[in-house]
């Protein structure tokens, strides 16, 4: 990868736009009353914590792969971006630099307060909360299955939307419901399940499983749902390389679970602040970030930053 093409921007910081809001990973900016600026920084986070040091461009694939994702499933939803090219928006040319390739300019809209997962395969959380009690969000399940046992059918399973620090919870169908009703609940997990239908197969012929993933949604003016955030990166789901695939164990992740790993050999009690990560782990991270860019959309971080 040119290093012209990979930057790292642990903290977004413009002179041309006011900052609204701080995530995890991305930073939020105020446009006007209709629109706002999302800029996906190489910041990382494990166990629900914000580490101090970055993965060097990975804001970018995410954001590259969200556009990717969103271009394809445009037919199913219309997604938050906004007709409006970031050089409208920003004049500065060192703010231009700073959110090359890891910003997006999108709609205001009123978001869900439900995280919308859609898991293919039993892993994470589903797989603690079916041995407990042979069902996941309250899905009855066959008896017997394995870790990373493909599921008969791909099921939805609602999570609450945690504030930042907070760990997200499994909740189950009647509670989205109480959340947001009947219509609005139905809506939502027949579009997830499409998507995630869709996506799979997608995955699939290009030698990836998608093993889960969760999206969000937003309401606009006119109580459309509008898919938002980002979709169908490496951080939002669980993608599997097929060739290394086995029932019963945890298989590897085109993600950060290079950084878990080295996490778990620490004696660190998953709380702030996190602690220091040796650059290699960090850049094997990088790595698979990209790995999964090139092999979902057959383009390397340069072609897509042209």
Known sequence: MKDSAK??????????????????????????EEH?????????????????????GKGQILTQITNFWFDKTDAIIQSHRADLDIEE????????????????????LKALPVEAVVRGYLIGSGWKDYQKTGSVCGIALPAQLQMADKLPQPIFTPATKAAKGDHDENIDFDTVVELIGLELAEKVRDVSI??????????????????????????????????????????SSRYWPADSYKVGISPPSFDKQFVRDYLETLDWGKTAPGPS??????????????????????????????
């Open 194 to 235: 499409e998507i995630y239908n869709f996506a799979s197969e997608f995955a699939a012929k290009r030698g990836i499983i998608l093993a889960d993933t969760k999206f969000e949604f937003g309401l606009d003016k006119n109580d459309n749902l509008v898919l938002i955030d980002e979709i169908l990166t490496p951080d």
């Open 89 to 108: 928006v920003l004049e500065n040319k060192e703010d231009l630099e700073q959110v090359r390739g890891r910003s997006m300019v999108v709609k205001r």
């Open 36 to 56: 706002m600026l999302i800029v996906a920084s190489d910041r990382l986070s494990a166990f629900d914590v914000v580490l101090p040091e970055p993965i060097p």
């Open 277 to 306: 990560i040796p650059l290699e782990v960090r850049n094997k991270s990088a790595d698979k970030y990209e790995e999964a860019l090139v092999k979902l959309t057959d383009k390397t971080l340069d072609e897509w930053l042209g």
């Open 7 to 32: 930057t790292t921007v642990y903290e977004t910081k413009l002179t041309g736009l006011e900052a609204i809001y701080q995530g995890k990973v991305r930073d939020l900016f105020a446009i006007d």
